[in-house]
């Protein structure tokens, strides 16, 4: 997962994004919206919907998979 957040400079230099934007990631179209197209709070507000939807699904997961009870007699 954090291999995917570092791969922009891979994208930038190599494919821009990819013809009909096949190697687009999250990070590449946030500095798209951001910096190529001048939509600033497009692209923060992407950014922010994205990384809290990731926070969600990481802590349902924990509560999921490390919820032990413990039972006192």
Same mark, same amino acid.
């Given at each position: 997962?954090?291999?995917? @957040?570092?791969?922009? =400079?891979? *994208?930038?230099?190599?494919?821009?994004?990819?013809? *009909?934007?096949?190697?687009?990631?999250? $990070?590449?179209?946030?500095? =798209?919206?951001? @910096?190529?197209? @001048?939509?600033?709070?497009?692209?923060?507000?992407?950014?922010? $919907? *994205?990384?809290? *939807?990731? $926070?969600?699904?990481?802590?349902?997961?924990? @509560?999921?998979?490390?919820?032990?009870?413990?039972?006192?007699?």
């Amino acid at each position: 997962m954090i291999n995917s @957040f570092q791969v922009f =400079e891979t *994208i930038n230099l190599m494919t821009s994004g990819g013809p *009909i934007n096949s190697t687009n990631t999250i $990070v590449y179209y946030i500095y =798209e919206n951001g @910096f190529r197209f @001048f939509k600033i709070g497009y692209a923060s507000a992407a950014g922010a $919907v *994205i990384l809290l *939807i990731i $926070v969600a699904i990481l802590t349902l997961i924990y @509560f999921k998979v490390l919820n032990k009870r413990v039972h006192y007699r």
